[in-house]
């Protein structure tokens, strides 16, 4: 079987990015300030909803009620899109799925297409694939344009720009808008209302223009057909009604059953997400609206495979509000761009070994890339156990030999109390031999630690010559 | 095989023999009940919160208030989709443009402002969903005008997004608003202003 693509090749393991980030003192304080910022406004408008912990637990059922019946809703959603004059496709892959784009672009004769901010698309390399294919891709969330522009990966679910502080998406605009349309104003500062307006004067043409639009969407309702897409700017309004042709791709856990559900997830999302009792834009739409063209691409590209597992399922409830990342001790350190895909933090570092399997390096890495503090599940709208899938994971993934052989000589050890008091006493007499760091392969562990003094005598021959502390 | 039934046939095998789970929905449900004083007064609060301009007023007092608003920006043309109740624009002296024949993206980006009415309003958190209906016009009318000018009457607020979405119709398209466009893509910090209008006004009427 192919190996599944997420947007951006595995390389190094997860401990060598992080120890490269961790030294960028600049990330360390754009991301601290952020991700405090952001922990303190979902705090207060959580505890402000008196029923949060029953909403969760619905939105846990719900979403856990839809995957154990997916394939059912998934036909039924695709009778109610179809019903609403919209388009059904359904995608194994990302190459299939950026094939089907690619030729839906192509038979509308356009060559440019404005895109609204997808984890989907970004998972699949769309824009990359369009280009190949001579269409370009213009990204229109702030965020996205900032990372387009810099010619930069994301590192964030929500806030793919969130490694870049005002000063740095200043020089990013200053320098590259000219290269991609209205060049940014002469006398640009850094006062993020300044840089917004950038932004708008930079994209307004071209959403007045643009006949083809890509998006994805939040939720897909069964019942009615309904696409549902919460956003901030209104980028994702004006990619959403202005254009022609509209194109959604949607990963295949993102549907639910019923109209009524929205209820529970509205809630949930924003309040969880930008930490907003509500996001300034919703958009919901039902096959094609005000006569507008409408396909829907149903995405697979390794889904299917984490259904399967009995542990790792539960990943497929996420609604990618980004809170275990704001949360996590690990990610605010460390930043997106060490967990190596478009999935970043606790989510990502048990949803991209997952999809993508744990044949290299970085994808072996990631389940440890914790502390198991479990900060993650209890943020976690939709009540994603992490910590137990992170150590299920961990259980799975192939062990290094040296962990290996270390745990064969520890059994033998430990097998026989002769063997281990031996031992001890072989220790005690050998301890000015220790090293401060351990050798080969072991190094890791002594990397970030001190390894224990090895004492001059055990707490056996100890109790032996005391007589447990009576002599 | 085609890909709809590889997708279809993989699902099945992956959730042979996993049993189903019930769904508890022990949340607040739909009030139902009718708009009270408090009710009107957290909508009001909610809105403001998001840096929107609220105005609470009687039903006579509409068309001076809107006339005086449009004269205070110095908007000359705005359009005013059908349904909207005329009385509230004769005190304006403004051009009045109806969106028929549809006006293009390029002419909605030259006027002044929209005024609206709309479908529901949620108290709890300060929102107004549009749903096209009369009053409220397509889509584009709301978006690409920099000035939204939105008329909320005290009995379309409800209590809850659970209210909202009983009394909405998916078939329609919906556009939910909450507050003026804005972005929280730099430092995390909510900014307004960026692609959708910059500046919402709500009237309410008791
Ligand atoms: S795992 Fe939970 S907290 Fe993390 S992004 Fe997904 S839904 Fe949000």
Known sequence: MSVTFLGMPATRPFPRNAARA??????????????????AKRASVVAEAPDWAELREAGRAIKEHTLRNLDKYLVQLEESVT???????????????????ADLVKATGETEVVKVKSMATQEIGLNEALLAQGITAYETDLAELIVQLGDDRPSHILVPAI???????????????????????EDLTDDPAALAEAARLHLRERFLKTKVAISGANFAIAETGTMVVLESEGNGRMCLTLPRTLISVVGIEKVLPTWRDLEVFLQLLPRSSTGERMNPYTSMWTGAAEGQEFHLVLLDNGRTGVLADE???????????????????????TGGHAYGSVYPGPIGAILTPQLRGMGSELDRSLP??????????????????????LVELRARAPHPWAERAGMAAAGWVLERSGRLARMQRAGGRLRRLVPRRLPGPLGGWTDTRDLPKVPEESFREWWDRTDGGRR | ???????????????????????????????????????????EERVRDYRAVVHVLEEAEVAGRVARLLGGRGAHRVVVPAGFPSGWLDAAGVEVLADDPPLSAAELDAVDGVLTTCA??????????LDTGPGQGRRALT??????????????????????????????PLTWISGPSATSDIELNRVEGVHGPRSLEVLIVT
């Open chain 1, 22 to 39: 961790v030294r960028d003192s600049q990330l360390r304080f754009n991301l601290r300030k952020a991700t405090r910022t952001i922990r």
């Open chain 1, 83 to 101: 019903a609403a004059g919209g388009h059904v496709h359904w995608a194994a892959d990302a190459a299939e799925a950026n094939r089907i784009v």
């Open chain 1, 163 to 185: 490694h870049r502080n005002r000063a740095e998406i200043r020089e990013i605009f200053a320098e590259h808008m000219s290269g991609w349309g209205r060049p940014a104003p």
């Open chain 1, 311 to 333: 542990v790792g399922r539960q990943a497929l409830r996420c609604i990618r509000c980004s809170a275990c990342l704001n949360v996590c001790p690990v990610y605010e350190r």
């Open chain 1, 368 to 389: 440890y890339a914790s502390s198991l503090c479990g900060a993650c599940y209890e943020v976690c709208p939709v009540a994603i156990d992490i910590p137990s899938v």
């Open chain 2, 1 to 43: 095989m085609s890909s709809r039934d590889l997708i279809l046939a993989r699902v099945r095998r992956a959730l042979a023999g996993v049993p189903d789970v019930e769904i508890t929905r022990g949340y607040r449900g739909p009030a139902e009940d009718r708009p009270s004083a408090e009710r009107i007064r957290l909508f």
């Open chain 2, 120 to 129: 529901v309003a949620i108290a709890e958190t300060g929102t107004i969903v």
């Open chain 2, 143 to 172: 978006l690409v005008p920099d000035y939204h000018l939105c008329v909320v009457r005290a009995a379309q607020i409800v209590a809850g997004v659970p209210d909202a979405v009983a009394r909405l119709d998916p078939k329609r």
